[in-house]
């Protein structure tokens, strides 16, 4: 027996010497995880959540804020209809300009729309849902409240005078990446669009008396208007006063005027007092501008009807702006 077990002893010896001696590290990790496991989990919980955390609600936020503050936003379009004194129809095509590889969805937001330094904006708009993209398309159409018609005065005339218009749209909107959460971001671009230039290159011609007159209206002549911008802008039945240096020789009238982006050729009349413009050139021995039969007039805005309405954002817009045109009286009777 006790060879037996001395035998038995002998050949466990080397193995149980060999494992309190020199265990593989292997096995020694293998035994470790065996044990400890669930540390581990929750350690790899821990610090993947403390990695990741961070990147869902601090980095990835602020990569999407960081996006949106690259990219850019150009209005390609923007039609102004069916005006009244209170709203309008704004039918618009911005463009977003976006160099990302980022290409979240954009949750429709409501927008603010301001001239930039003005203290109120002149409206809000809904931008609808986009998927963030280079070169996409966002088209708006809907009617407008002038939440502040004094604002859109003032951009009106920014408008008619300027030679660049610069817009500011703001909003908070949603944004999501794929399967991430929803961020709120906050979008502030400034736009630049083309102004009217106070309407530089208008002019009249052709100009002819009617015989007989027409509800008072005895000239009649072409005018020409080049609008540089990418707006069309209905304006209604426009009055201009017509001066001649400082005294009113009467009023101009074009009606329906729908200034369309590029060259407007439109019919325009006239009610002047006869008596008052052929004095300037007749008789001509005498007359201050008897010896071309051209006499400089200054013509400034009146109002701007639509539909029996004025427009006082449209009136004042006109009124801001002096045109001068040089008439051919003589060649005109
Ligand atoms: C985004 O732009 C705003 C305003 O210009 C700035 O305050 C903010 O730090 C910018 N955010 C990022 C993440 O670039
Ligand atoms: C869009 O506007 C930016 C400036 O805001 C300008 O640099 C860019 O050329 C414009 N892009 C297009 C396609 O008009
Ligand atoms: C335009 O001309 C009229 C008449 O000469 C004058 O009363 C008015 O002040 C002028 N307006 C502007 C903006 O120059
Ligand atoms: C507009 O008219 C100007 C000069 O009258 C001309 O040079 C220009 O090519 C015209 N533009 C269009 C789009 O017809
Ligand atoms: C506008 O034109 C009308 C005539 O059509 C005239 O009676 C009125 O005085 C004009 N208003 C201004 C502000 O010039
Ligand atoms: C402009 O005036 C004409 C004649 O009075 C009228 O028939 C037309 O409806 C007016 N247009 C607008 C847009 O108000």
Redesign the pocket.
């Known amino acids: 027996m006790s060879t037996d077990k001395g035998e038995v002893t002998a050949m466990e010896f080397p193995t149980g010497s060999s494992m309190t001696a020199k265990p593989s590290f292997g096995a020694r990790m293998k035994a470790h995880f065996k044990k400890w496991w669930w540390v581990h989990l929750i350690v790899f919980i821990v610090v993947f959540l403390v990695i990741l955390l961070p990147v869902i609600f601090v980095g990835y936020p602020n990569i999407a804020q960081s996006q949106v503050n690259d990219s850019t936003l150009n209005i390609t379009s923007m039609v102004i209809d069916d005006p009244t004194p209170k709203s309008f129809r704004l039918i618009q095509t911005q463009v977003l300009g976006s160099q990302s590889s980022f290409h979240p969805k954009i949750y429709s937001f409501l927008a603010s729309v301001s001239l930039v330094g003005a203290a109120h904006a002149f409206t809000s708009v809904q931008v609808p849902e986009t998927t963030s993209r280079d070169g996409v398309k966002i088209n708006l159409d809907q009617t407008v409240d002038l939440s502040n018609a004094n604002a859109f005065g003032d951009f009106a005339k920014a408008v008619m005078l300027q030679k660049d218009v610069e817009l500011e749209i703001s909003g908070k909107p949603e944004l999501q990446q794929g399967s991430l959460p929803k961020t709120t971001v906050n979008y502030d671009k400034t736009v630049t669009m083309k102004g009217l230039n106070k309407l530089d290159?208008f002019n009249v011609y052709d100009v002819h008396t009617m015989n007989p007159p027409k509800n008072g209206h005895n000239l009649r002549g072409t005018v020409?208007i080049?609008n540089p911008t990418v707006m069309t802008i209905t304006m209604g039945n426009v009055t201009l006063n017509l001066y001649q240096d400082g005294t009113l020789m009467g009023y101009s009238y074009i009606n329906d005027l729908i200034l369309k982006p590029?060259?407007n050729t439109l019919e325009m009349t006239a009610e002047v007092n006869y008596a008052k413009v052929l004095g300037l050139v007749l008789p001509s021995s005498t007359a201050k501008y008897g010896k071309t039969g051209i006499a400089p007039f200054t013509i400034t805005g009146n109002s701007s009807v639509y539909n029996g309405q004025e427009l006082p954002y449209f009136s004042n817009a006109l009124a801001a702006n002096n045109l001068t045109v040089d008439l051919n009286i003589l060649a005109a009777i």
Request: glycine share 40%; net charge neutral.
């Open positions: 290159g020409y080049p590029g060259n």
